[in-house]
């Protein structure tokens, strides 16, 4: 039988398959988080990166603006112990005049000359009397002049430098340009009393200067209060008050060109933010981890293909194996135990049971096989009940008197015949007779036929008196002598014969059925002599009796060319046969008189 | 006075037959049994001759067996009463005979009464009248006279008169063995009497007397042939040897073995 056909149309996949598509899955995710935890690891490692570059670049920065923001303030130092602005300083109100405050300038321009990048100095005396070395470029802010709030700081200082924006506010220049400023307390050398203030400006040129030499093309510097010094005027918009404190700060953007990391701290001692942009480079990418990622990745793929062979060849074979087994037991026809051995304790369980249940079914079987013979037994029994027709022979015996009372001997006769044919033709139910009951039935037989058609056919009997004990199946000579007449004399129109003959010879019955009927054609004969039983379907009616007894001679001599068949169409038709002597089967026992 | 209803027997069993013919008292029925055969195929070719009221026909005989001859009469001989006798109780059988306008299905061996009951039907129903089974006969000569004007082969324009035209075709379709004078007049249209009638008028021969000529005036060239008796008989469409052999003498006044001698 075809194993595709007793299987459900239900799509099962193998476990072999299934494991594959496990580890098909297990190896997909791994690589998924591969990638996605070396682009995490890059990325950390690019910021982490960008961090440290922006940190030395700001440090380096702010170092060199503040060294370079106190070199100016030693300038203001030699300012401010320059002789013609101490006599400014020292001068009473009333003799401060245009004189002493032009000396006091050029003192300080000739000092500035040493130096360049100060755009203007300013000095207030503690009257408030001012001297500018550049007047005309700013504005001044008479106000906020007076007030005592923006000098504070810078008498905090106590004669040191503080830095501060835009000369803190009391004047500005006229152009709007930012300046740095400089801003100390002057005290007297000899009294040690405040005298008055000096503002340096510092134009930013000075930073942008700075910034160039340095090629710091990524740097912005902003004031404290937000407005634009030196450097990428583009990075202003990343600025924010929080980037004013001693502590670098970090912060990632998203801009067009890619993710960017703006730094910003304020220099040191001075109240200028720096910002430093920075792309992530991909020189930054850590290519140590990725290989080891790498390695990582495959070692554990190798594993999972080893983990999937070692279950294909441990778990899926063996279950093929075992499969196979069972399928060749299946297609032997025997139920036998399997003796595969199985490499695991489930699998071979699975053996187990598996032999477990063909004991079962063999158990089963013979449980069957018994009841069938005790039912055949008993069936035999109603059969050969049916078959003792007592009634019909008593019938036949007294009908057969009143005949022969009333002078009908012929009826006698017939009655006779008849009886004795009923008698061999149950025989009691045997399966065996000897050979000569079957001729004397088919003696019967063909004596009670030629009353019913007359005359037309002719019996000639050459039976060797050594066959006549021979044991034969029952009902192999009748149904050829019938198909002899029905198939061969009737269908002539003529008288014909029927001639049996029955040799002996090394223990084998030969027999030979021949008649003068109408023959059979080449086809005919094969075709009756076919073992295919679609041949026989068409024919069924006419020819199973024929048909029929030379299968039931096949098998009882477990030969299919026992039978053999000659014929010429028109003359006759003979079928002979040999059959081997077969030991008694038990249960055929000498036949008694039934009546 | 009423006709005697006409019975026929198809048994290939001669005592089957005699003892059919001899057990019912047929006259007590107004009845009477006009005729045998002993095949399906003597059957066909003799029951236009007989014209039966009632057939009783076996089952199983060769050549043409009673399934087969009950499919042909009931078509060619609507109202013919036929009763089917076996001795084989195959349902097979009685499922085709169900099929088939059959009167009644006999088991073999029949029991007299049993034969009786339905004979007595037979005949109430015969009597009930409108089934009556049309033949070719003298009785039935008006009828045919009708026939003529609405044949299309009647009038005298000179063509091929219909008893040329079934002589034709006699010679063509002889072998064929269903052959007889109501399927040939069924076959061109006319009634059997008017063909029957016609037919001698313009051949000058009877039709059953012609065919019978063809086909023995072939079996005599086959027999010279050398032809063995059952091979003829199928040749000539007769394929049963014991009826063709009882033709072959009747017609030759020698047995077929003698001629062939």
């Known amino acids: ?406 002078g009908a001997d012929n009826v006698h006769e017939a009655l006779e015949t008849l009886g004795s044919f009923y008698r061999n033709f149950l025989s009691k139910g045997n399966r065996v007779i000897t050979f000569g009951r079957e001729v004397q039935i088919v003696r019967d037989y063909l004596s009670l036929q030629k009353l019913r058609y007359g005359d037309i056919i002719e019996d000639v009997y050459d039976i060797a008196p050594e066959t006549e004990d021979f044991n034969v199946p029952k009902l192999i000579l009748q149904p050829l002598v019938e198909n002899s007449i029905y198939h061969g004399i009737r269908l002539k129109g003529e008288k014909g014969t029927i001639k049996i003959v029955s040799r002996l010879d090394d223990d084998i019955l030969y027999v030979i059925v021949e008649d003068t009927g109408v023959g059979m054609s080449k086809e005919q004969i094969q075709k009756i002599l076919s073992k295919d039983r679609n041949d026989r379907d068409e024919e069924k009616d006419s020819s199973f009796g024929l048909w029929g007894t030379i299968e039931r001679i096949r098998m009882y001599c477990n030969d299919d060319d026992v039978v053999k068949i000659s014929s010429e169409v028109g003359e006759y038709t003979s079928i002979s046969f040999a059959i081997r002597s077969v030991p008694a089967v038990s249960g055929v026992e000498e036949d008694e008189e039934i009546v | 006075m009423k006709r005697s209803y006409r019975v026929m027997i198809i048994d290939d069993e001669e005592s089957a037959r005699r003892l059919m013919r001899a057990a019912i008292k047929w006259e007590t029925f107004g009845m009477e049994v006009v005729g045998e055969a002993t095949s399906g195929i003597e059957a066909i070719n003799i029951i236009d001759e007989l014209r039966p009221d009632i057939v009783f026909v076996d089952i199983s005989m060769p050549f043409m067996d009673g399934i087969e001859f009950t499919q042909i009469a009931s078509e060619r001989y609507p109202g013919l009463i036929i009763i089917i006798m076996t001795a084989i109780d195959e349902f097979e059988y009685a499922r085709k005979c169900v099929s088939m306008p059959v009167f009644e299905y006999m088991l073999k061996p029949m029991v007299r009464a049993e034969i009786m009951k339905v004979v007595e039907r037979a005949r109430a129903k015969l009597d009930a009248g409108g089934t009556a089974v049309k033949y070719s006969g003298p009785d039935d000569a008006t009828d045919a006279e009708a026939h003529d004007e609405d044949s299309p082969y009647a009038g005298s324009d000179g063509e091929t008169s219909p008893g040329e035209l079934v002589k034709k075709y006699i010679e063509d379709n002889y072998t064929d063995p269903k052959l007889n004078l109501a399927y040939v007049a069924q076959h061109f249209g006319f009634s059997a009497s008017y063909l029957s009638r016609k037919f001698k008028q313009d051949t000058g021969k009877n039709f059953v007397e012609y065919l019978t000529e063809v086909r023995m005036e072939t079996a005599k060239k086959l027999a010279g042939k050398g032809y063995k008796m059952f091979q003829t008989a199928s040749e000539v469409g007769i394929p049963d040897p014991n009826y063709f052999s009882r033709c072959f003498k009747k017609y030759t006044g020698v047995s077929y073995s003698d001629y062939n001698r």
């Open chain 1, 1 to 406: 039988m075809n194993r595709s056909n007793d299987r459900p149309k239900i799509k099962r996949t193998s476990i072999s398959a299934a494991l594959n598509l496990v580890f098909a899955v297990i190896i997909l995710v791994v690589i998924i988080s591969f990638v996605i935890s070396v682009n995490f690891v890059i990325k950390s490692e690019r910021r982490a990166y960008a961090v440290r570059e922006a940190q030395m670049a700001l440090t380096t920065l702010s170092n060199s603006l503040s060294s370079n923001i106190s070199n100016y303030s030693e300038l203001s130092r030699l300012i401010m112990i320059d002789d013609s602005l101490v006599t400014f300083l020292r001068a009473d109100a009333s003799t401060v005049d245009f004189g002493v405050i032009n000396d006091a300038r050029y003192g300080i321009m000739n000092i500035l000359n040493v130096k360049e990048g100060v755009d203007c100095v300013l000095v207030f005396r503690n009257d408030m009397i001012m001297l500018a070395t550049d007047r005309a470029a700013y504005s001044y802010e008479s106000a906020s002049m007076q007030t005592d709030l923006w000098k504070e700081s810078i008498y905090e200082g106590k004669g040191r430098a503080v830095v501060g924006l835009n000369s803190y506010g009391v004047a500005s220049r006229k152009d709007g340009l930012p300046v740095i400023t400089i801003g100390r307390a002057i005290y007297d050398m000899y009294t040690q009393k405040r005298t008055g203030i000096l503002l340096m400006n510092i134009s930013s040129d000075v930073l942008s200067r700075i910034l160039r030499q340095g090629s710091y093309h990524d740097v912005c510097l902003v004031g404290t209060n937000g407005e634009y010094l030196a450097g990428n005027k583009e990075y202003m918009k990343y600025y924010s008050a929080d980037y004013a404190g001693n502590e670098i700060l970090n912060r990632n953007v998203l801009t067009p060109g890619g993710n960017k990391l703006v730094s910003g701290c304020l220099v040191e001692g001075l109240p200028i933010v720096m910002l430093y942009v920075s792309a992530y480079g991909s020189e930054s990418i850590p290519y140590g981890i990725i290989q080891v990622l790498i390695i990582l990745m495959l070692v554990f793929m190798a594993v999972a293909g080893f983990a999937g062979a070692y279950v294909s060849r441990n778990i899926t074979m063996p279950i093929m194996q075992l499969s196979g087994s069972m399928d060749k037991n299946k297609k032997s026809g025997e139920l036998k135990k399997l003796d595969v051995e199985m490499p695991y304790s489930e699998l071979n369980l699975l053996k187990g049971d598996y032999n477990d249940m063909i004991d079962h079914v063999n158990e089963l079987i013979d449980t069957l096989v018994d009841k069938e013979k005790i039912l055949r037994r008993a069936e035999l029994r109603v059969l050969q009940e049916q078959i003792k027709p007592h009634f019909l022979y008593n019938s036949l015996e007294t009908i057969g008197f009143l005949a022969f009372d009333a």
